[in-house]
């Protein structure tokens, strides 16, 4: 059926639409209009805003909708023009509505009175644009005075009228804070909720370590709940110790138990030494102790008769008796226990002139001043070198309050049970005198000029071994420890325990000692080497292990060994050319036993014994080590009887011992 004539005017109306919506998009000129530019995921310079919401459940979620519910911003230019803004919410103490949550200061002139009032206060910088203190503004009430004072000498002017409005609006919240604390100090009691207020940061704290006096400096305090002993205040103090290197602080932590009622700031386990009773007795002790704290840093050797510090098996520490030689030489102890020292904060920071001075300098890579270790050019130098820090420059005295805080304990080695421990400063006491008159010239020649001389390979052959046999009892081990006494340095004495039974063992702790030793310039002796010195065989191949380490570990030894046997001829040959000198001890003649029985006799033994009858005593041919026990039987003997030594004690013992080969003269 053909088309109305409503039908093809619809069509016609359709077409001309269709070519004028693409004239449109072609342009008047047939041009096409440009697009518009979709950007890439995140390439859009600009910014969008999201805003938090909150469902009836508490939900948050996000949309781009502005909230309306909210209030104008409570600081602006406006408020910004007041010198303190109190920011006070509401409180639940039933003595009033508000509490004040914090104090804002703004005003310039303000802020510069508190840079004196709260100097070296932690946590505080006065000169911020924005500075903030919160209840229960503990600033203040430590240095209530100092703010007191501040406003009584500032001149009537704008300042005062500042500082007065500070006051005004602190004393109202702290006036029942700072009249308690006024009335503990005054009795000197205190309770557990203020503790807080009698322990101002920065001041001198008393506390006793193993029943001695201790002084720390506080750094601060907190509430808290402990997980074994319940609600208690942990005092977190800085005591000033030694690394080796540098003097620095080391933290601390004492804890004092909740408490009902008040108590006695003096019988508290840490509270400030200006509470003590006897104070400035106190201060005193604690101040010579620190002297001597500050000059054993670095390397001493010395006597030591007391109880020190060490670990158990499970690190606890406990007391060990030590009554021997030790070492103090805090370096070595963190280098042969590298977990074991603490971490120390330098002792102040830079000022920021200094660090802007030293910007450029390619050494000053630290905002911190660490005073340095130096030399003790006042103590009295041995034979070998008396200090061997790896730093050894002009150092910094500590002031008389660090000295005060410096720790009680010193690191250091004992020679005798060969353990690393802790000693306390006030128990040393200078080397002893020596014992007996040696020929020291080969041995003190070796400590000052070893350097000069040198194998092929360097460091090669540079110690000096001697090799010391003979019989039982004739002075083998005591030549050592003479050379020891009379160079004034330590004398390490190992022995098949210090070493192992195992190659890799002996290997490991050789290497150790030798390291050990040549540090502290010591004299080291092998007593009975012929354990491990032993001629090796085909048969034995641990135990020729063991001597070829010797063998090659002694060779790059650079220090004096000595070596006792009365086994020479079981040695092995190759130690012949290592030995440098090697002596033979005799047997004791009479001339030789007259003057040990002399000897011993002086050493404070009261007797009744004639010089004849020293000399009849000589005629028996026995050793100076059975010279000595019998002495000391014989001595027994007579304490037995309450009277003086006679020769008949001795020739009782002497008749006793006649059935074990020893033979009295006729």
Same mark, same amino acid.
């Given at each position: 059926?053909?088309?109305?004539?409503?039908?093809?005017?619809?069509?016609?109306?359709?077409?001309?639409?269709?070519?004028?919506?693409?004239?449109?998009?072609?342009?008047?000129?047939?041009?096409?209009?440009?697009?518009?530019?979709?950007?890439?995921?995140?390439?859009?310079?600009?910014?969008?805003?999201?805003?938090?919401?909150?469902?009836?459940?508490?939900?948050?979620?996000?949309?781009?909708?502005?909230?309306?519910?909210?209030?104008?911003?409570?600081?602006?230019?406006?408020?910004?023009?007041?010198?303190?803004?109190?920011?006070?919410?509401?409180?639940?103490?039933?003595?009033?509505?508000?509490?004040?949550?914090?104090?804002?200061?703004?005003?310039?002139?303000?802020?510069?009175?508190?840079?004196?009032?709260? /100097?070296?206060?932690?946590?505080?910088?006065?000169?911020?644009?924005?500075?903030?203190?919160?209840?229960?503004?503990?600033?203040?009430?430590?240095?209530?005075?100092?703010?007191?004072?501040?406003?009584?000498?500032?001149?009537?002017?704008?300042?005062?009228?500042?500082?007065?409005?500070?006051?005004?609006?602190?004393?109202?919240?702290?006036?029942?804070?700072?009249?308690?604390?006024?009335?503990?100090?005054?009795?000197?009691?205190?309770?557990?909720?203020?503790?807080?207020?009698?322990?101002?940061?920065?001041?001198?704290?008393?506390?006793?370590?193993?029943?001695?006096?201790?002084?720390?400096?506080?750094?601060?305090?907190?509430?808290?709940?402990?997980?074994?002993?319940?609600?208690?205040?942990? @005092?977190?103090?800085?005591?000033?110790?030694?690394?080796?290197?540098?003097?620095?602080?080391?933290?601390?932590?004492?804890?004092?138990?909740?408490?009902?009622?008040?108590?006695?700031?003096?019988?508290?386990?840490?509270?400030?030494?200006?509470?003590?009773?006897?104070? /400035?007795?106190?201060?005193?002790?604690?101040?010579?102790?620190?002297?001597?704290?500050?000059?054993?840093?670095?390397?001493?050797?010395?006597?030591?008769?007391?109880?020190?510090?060490?670990?158990?098996?499970?690190?606890?520490?406990?007391?060990?008796?030590?009554?021997?030689?030790?070492?103090?030489?805090?370096?070595?102890?963190?280098?042969?226990?590298?977990?074991?020292?603490?971490?120390?904060?330098?002792?102040?920071?830079?000022?920021?002139?200094?660090?802007?001075?030293?910007?450029?300098?390619?050494?000053?890579?630290?905002?911190?001043?660490?005073?340095?270790?130096?030399?003790?050019?006042?103590?009295?130098?041995?034979?070998?070198?008396?200090?061997?820090?790896?730093?050894?420059?002009?150092?910094?005295?500590?002031?008389?309050?660090?000295?005060?805080?410096?720790?009680?304990?010193?690191?250091?080695?004992?020679?005798?049970?060969?353990?690393?421990?802790?000693?306390?400063?006030?128990?040393?006491?200078?080397?002893?005198?020596?014992?007996?008159?040696?020929?020291?010239?080969?041995?003190?020649?070796?400590?000052?000029?070893?350097?000069?001389?040198?194998?092929?390979?360097?460091?090669?052959?540079?110690?000096?071994?001697?090799?010391?046999?003979?019989?039982?009892?004739?002075?083998?081990?005591?030549?050592?420890?003479?050379?020891?006494?009379?160079?004034?340095?330590?004398?390490?004495?190992?022995?098949?325990?210090?070493?192992?039974?195992?190659?890799?063992?002996?290997?490991?702790?050789?290497?150790?000692?030798?390291?050990?030793?040549?540090?502290?310039?010591?004299?080291?002796?092998?007593?009975?080497?012929?354990?491990?010195?032993?001629?090796?065989?085909?048969?034995?191949?641990?135990?020729?292990?063991?001597?070829?380490?010797?063998?090659?570990?002694?060779?790059?030894?650079?220090?004096?060994?000595?070596?006792?046997?009365?086994?020479?001829?079981?040695?092995?040959?190759?130690?012949?050319?290592?030995?440098?000198?090697?002596?033979?001890?005799?047997?004791?003649?009479?001339?030789?036993?007259?003057?040990?029985? /002399?000897?011993?006799?002086?050493?404070?033994?009261?007797?009744?014994?004639?010089?004849?009858?020293?000399?009849?005593?000589?005629? @028996?041919?026995?050793?100076?080590?059975?010279?000595?026990?019998?002495? /000391?039987?014989?001595?027994?003997?007579?304490?037995?009887?309450?009277?003086?030594?006679?020769?008949?004690?001795?020739?009782?013992?002497?008749? @006793?011992?006649?059935?074990?080969?020893?033979?009295?003269?006729?």
């Amino acid at each position: 059926m053909a088309p109305t004539l409503e039908q093809n005017s619809a069509v016609e109306i359709a077409i001309t639409q269709t070519d004028a919506a693409r004239d449109v998009s072609n342009g008047t000129n047939g041009e096409t209009a440009p697009k518009e530019v979709v950007p890439k995921l995140g390439m859009k310079c600009d910014l969008k805003n999201l805003y938090q919401k909150e469902d009836e459940r508490g939900r948050a979620s996000w949309t781009d909708k502005y909230p309306e519910d909210l209030d104008e911003a409570a600081e602006n230019e406006v408020t910004a023009r007041y010198a303190i803004l109190v920011r006070n919410k509401k409180s639940f103490d039933s003595r009033k509505k508000l509490e004040i949550d914090s104090i804002v200061v703004q005003s310039p002139l303000l802020k510069q009175v508190l840079t004196k009032v709260l /100097k070296d206060y932690p946590g505080v910088t006065p000169n911020l644009n924005r500075l903030i203190f919160q209840a229960p503004f503990n600033p203040f009430v430590h240095r209530w005075t100092q703010l007191t004072t501040a406003l009584e000498e500032e001149e009537e002017g704008e300042t005062k009228q500042h500082v007065q409005l500070l006051y005004t609006v602190l004393e109202a919240e702290l006036k029942d804070t700072i009249a308690a604390k006024a009335d503990y100090i005054k009795n000197k009691v205190i309770t557990f909720e203020h503790l807080w207020t009698i322990f101002q940061p920065g001041t001198t704290l008393y506390s006793e370590e193993w029943g001695r006096h201790c002084g720390s400096k506080f750094n601060n305090g907190s509430y808290y709940e402990h997980p074994k002993y319940g609600p208690c205040y942990g @005092v977190n103090t800085q005591k000033v110790d030694w690394d080796g290197d540098k003097f620095g602080y080391a933290s601390n932590q004492h804890i004092i138990l909740a408490f009902g009622g008040t108590r006695s700031i003096a019988s508290l386990d840490a509270f400030p030494l200006s509470f003590h009773p006897e104070q /400035k007795k106190i201060r005193a002790q604690l101040l010579k102790r620190g002297k001597l704290f500050e000059h054993y840093h670095g390397y001493h050797y010395q006597a030591y008769k007391a109880f020190a510090i060490g670990k158990d098996m499970c690190g606890n520490d406990i007391k060990v008796t030590v009554d021997s030689r030790v070492i103090i030489d805090t370096f070595a102890y963190g280098k042969f226990n590298p977990n074991s020292l603490k971490h120390l904060s330098p002792l102040k920071i830079k000022s920021k002139a200094i660090i802007e001075d030293t910007t450029n300098d390619s050494d000053s890579d630290s905002d911190y001043e660490y005073p340095d270790s130096e030399t003790d050019t006042d103590t009295p130098t041995p034979t070998t070198l008396a200090n061997t820090n790896p730093i050894d420059i002009k150092r910094t005295p500590l002031t008389d309050e660090q000295l005060i805080q410096c720790s009680s304990l010193l690191k250091g080695y004992t020679l005798k049970t060969k353990r690393w421990l802790s000693f306390f400063p006030s128990a040393h006491s200078s080397s002893p005198p020596s014992q007996k008159e040696l020929i020291l010239a080969f041995a003190s020649s070796q400590v000052l000029h070893s350097a000069k001389f040198d194998d092929v390979i360097s460091g090669k052959g540079r110690g000096i071994i001697m090799l010391l046999s003979g019989g039982p009892g004739i002075g083998k081990t005591l030549t050592a420890e003479s050379v020891a006494e009379n160079m004034q340095v330590p004398l390490y004495m190992m022995s098949a325990g210090d070493l192992g039974i195992k190659s890799s063992e002996v290997e490991a702790s050789l290497t150790t000692i030798l390291e050990m030793v040549a540090k502290w310039n010591a004299v080291l002796l092998l007593d009975e080497c012929d354990v491990f010195l032993e001629a090796r065989s085909a048969h034995d191949l641990e135990r020729n292990k063991i001597v070829s380490i010797f063998l090659r570990t002694l060779e790059y030894y650079e220090g004096i060994l000595f070596l006792t046997t009365n086994r020479v001829k079981n040695m092995d040959p190759a130690f012949q050319s290592r030995i440098h000198i090697s002596m033979e001890y005799p047997g004791l003649d009479k001339d030789s036993r007259m003057q040990v029985w /002399k000897n011993f006799l002086e050493r404070g033994i009261e007797h009744e014994i004639s010089e004849g009858e020293v000399e009849g005593l000589a005629e @028996v041919e026995i050793n100076g080590r059975q010279i000595k026990n019998v002495l /000391k039987t014989g001595q027994l003997l007579a304490c037995h009887q309450g009277v003086k030594l006679r020769f008949e004690h001795l020739k009782t013992v002497l008749d @006793v011992e006649k059935h074990s080969g020893v033979e009295m003269a006729s």
